[in-house]
């Protein structure tokens, strides 16, 4: 009766094991299961979230569109320049105003040292009126948005002329 006797605790012991190991399928599959939801809902609401986002931005700039549109129409029966370039102006303003709001900055280069991470090189200029490797003209402002570059500068760089031999 001894080997009976063992044979069946082992074959109890093993049921148990299985039981057990079908529990722990079990929790990790429903584990899984909430995992795979919780990245779904993350997903949902990250597109939520921007297209909240990209609505407040839109929003905000809908009213400076009203006013170029306004300025169209004035341009078709207006004689007078004076007074659509201070509409032009204002509504300038007022873009760039709005956009500020929404964390946009524009930074100026002029006498700065060339930083590849903040401007672009789209000229050098030979010149020993300026230090080499200074911003000596910008072509157009660099901006950031929530501080980090996101269009850099367009400049011109300096360079020392080249100097003949025998000078």
């Known amino acids: 009766m001894g080997k009976k006797h063992w044979t069946q605790k082992l074959k109890e012991e093993l049921e148990l094991y299985k039981n057990e190991a079908k529990q722990w399928r079990e929790k990790y599959l429903t584990v899984l299961a909430e995992l795979d939801n919780f990245r779904r809902q993350v997903d949902k609401e990250r597109d939520r979230t921007r297209r909240v986002a990209q609505e407040k931005m839109m929003l905000a700039i809908i009213p400076v569109l009203d006013n170029f549109e306004q300025a169209l129409h004035y341009v078709k029966n207006a004689n007078n320049l004076d007074s659509l370039k201070k509409g032009v102006e204002m509504?300038?303003?007022?873009?760039?105003?709005?956009?500020?709001?929404?964390?946009?900055?524009?930074?100026?280069?002029?006498?700065?040292?060339?930083?590849?991470?903040?401007?672009?090189?789209?000229?050098?200029?030979?010149?020993?009126?300026?230090?080499?490797?200074?911003?000596?003209?910008?072509?157009?402002q660099g901006y950031t948005f929530k501080g980090r570059v996101i269009r850099p500068a367009r400049v011109v760089v300096a360079k020392p002329k080249n100097k003949k031999v025998n000078e």
């Open 91 to 140: 509504i300038y303003s007022q873009l760039k105003h709005t956009l500020e709001e929404l964390g946009l900055r524009c930074y100026t280069s002029v006498g700065e040292k060339f930083d590849p991470e903040r401007h672009e090189a789209l000229f050098i200029e030979e010149t020993d009126d300026h230090p080499e490797g200074t911003i000596i003209k910008e072509l157009a």
